[in-house]
Antibody
């Protein structure tokens, strides 16, 4: 069965970096585009970034552009999110998400990794 | 990119139907077939209910149906059950490799 398992969350000071990882299993990872979606405490969902199945293109939400970068390693079936210059407003649960098909929606979600940015 | 507009709350009685709306613009909801709906319980990951407006993944009951008219998408939950009480989110492709979510609707089953 499809499994997405995030790791790397924690408490970090403002301005410091943090890297999240997502281990994928149960499907042909290299065949699917992958996303990160976040949810601030008590708030709604916010799309963060997408990377195409072959890793050739990545796109990020304006709110994180220049600070947060999505990447993947199809040989290891992993998806990463490098977060730099973190701000308090980046505090959220970050979900690793598989897309149904190009542009179509998000069919499998990880359990989420909590990132708390505070001094 | 602005969030899609959903009512903060909705309610319906057991066995009845309820419809949740999701309003966007011609750049997102109105401009693409890529509208999807999600159900989320507190502390859990969202679950896909419908995608490409009205398609349902296997395992999702046909009580959940999606539709779209112009810049507004809708999710209808028929035959309400107690377990349908949850938060519901819409999402749309917004062009230029961007996606946008709605603010979420809390559904209460009376």
């Amino acid at each position: 069965q499809v499994q997405l398992v995030e790791s790397g969350g924690g408490v970090v000071q403002p301005g410091r970096p943090l890297r999240l990882s997502c281990a994928a299993s149960g499907f042909t990872f290299r065949s699917y585009g992958m996303h990160w979606v976040r949810q601030a405490p008590g708030k709604g969902l916010e799309w963060v970034a997408v990377i195409w199945n072959d890793g050739s293109n990545q796109y990020h939400a304006d709110s994180v552009k220049g600070r947060i970068t999505i990447s993947r390693d199809n040989s290891k079936n992993t998806l990463d999110l490098q977060m730099n210059s973190l701000r308090a407003e980046d505090t959220a649960v970050y979900f690793c998400v598989r897309e149904v098909g190009p542009f179509s929606g998000f069919d499998y979600w990880g359990q989420g990794a909590l990132v708390t940015v505070r001094s | 990119q602005s969030a899609l507009t959903q009512p903060p709350s909705a309610s319906g009685s057991l066995g009845q139907s309820v419809t949740i709306s999701c309003t966007g613009t011609s750049s997102d909801v109105g401009g693409h077939k890529y509208v999807s709906w999600y159900q989320q319980y507190p502390g859990k990951a969202p679950k896909l209910l419908t995608y490409e407006v009205s398609k349902r993944p296997s395992g999702v009951p046909d009580r959940f149906s999606g539709s779209k008219s112009g810049n507004t998408a809708s999710l209808t939950v028929s035959g309400l059950q107690a377990e349908d009480e949850a938060d519901y989110y819409c999402s749309s492709y917004a062009g230029s490799n961007n996606w946008v979510f709605g603010g979420g609707t809390k559904l209460t089953v009376l």
